[in-house]
Every structure is written in structure tokens, then in C-alpha cells.
């Protein structure tokens, strides 16, 4: 099985930084796509940003210029470095990634347990 272990949430005030992780483990032949998710209160969970193997990368217009999404392939760890964060940035974060397991001809979509982030002064 993959699992997908989250790291790095917490409260900060607006105009502050977090930094995200998410861990991939298991028997991972290869990871291709991944991304962050985020879902707040009464609200769709929304791609927030998603970063392909090769390393091409695509953000939410609420969020350019203020996130970068990075991964470190030979760690299977992908990050979401979250600057000028504002109250609206309020949710439950997601890691999600698409995973080829070893001795499998197809990947399959797992994802995280959520990690919080609150901004608020």
C-alpha cells in the first residue's frame, strides 16, 4: 500500500508563512502527478496547486505569487511553501498524488489525512 503523511499546518497571523509536506511511503514504483488540496468550512475542496514529475507546475489564481509548490523525487516528498498567507487561506490541506505501485502497469490516486491551517490574527 502508499501512504500519504502530511506535515507542517498550524496557526499563523496574516501576512505570515508555513511551510507544508507531504510524505509519500510504501511500495512506490513511481509517482507522477501530485498536488495540494485545501477544503474550508461549508466549502468544495479545491486544487490549490499541482506539480507534475518533470517538474511543471500550476496554481490557483488566488494563490500565485504567494505559494510555491516543490518535491524532492529521490524522497518522494512534495512541499507547499505558503507566504503572505491571509484569512481566506483557512482550511484543511490535502497532499494527493498519483502512484505506480511496483509490479503494477497502472497507478491508482491517494491522498492524505488533512493537515490544518488557520490564519488569523
Known amino acids: 500500500q502508499v501512504q500519504l503523511v502530511e506535515s507542517g499546518g498550524g496557526l499563523v497571523q496574516p501576512g505570515g508563512s508555513l511551510r507544508l509536506s507531504c510524505a509519500a511511503s510504501?511500495?512506490?514504483?513511481?509517482?507522477?502527478?501530485m498536488g495540494w488540496y485545501r477544503q474550508a468550512p461549508g466549502k468544495q475542496r479545491e486544487l490549490v496547486a499541482s506539480?507534475?514529475?518533470?517538474?511543471?507546475?500550476n496554481y490557483l489564481d488566488s494563490v500565485k505569487g504567494r505559494f510555491t509548490i516543490s518535491r524532492d523525487n529521490a524522497k518522494n516528498t512534495m512541499y507547499l511553501q505558503m507566504n503572505s498567507l491571509k484569512p481566506e487561506d483557512t482550511a484543511v490541506y490535502y497532499c494527493?498524488?498519483?502512484?505506480?505501485?511496483?509490479?503494477?502497469?497502472?497507478?491508482?490516486?491517494?491522498w492524505g489525512q488533512g493537515t490544518q491551517v488557520t490564519v488569523s490574527s
Open positions: 510504501g511500495s512506490i514504483f513511481r509517482i507522477n502527478a
Open positions: 494527493n498524488a498519483d502512484v505506480q505501485r511496483f509490479g503494477l502497469s497502472y497507478s491508482n490516486t491517494y
Open positions: 506539480i507534475i514529475s518533470g517538474g511543471n507546475t
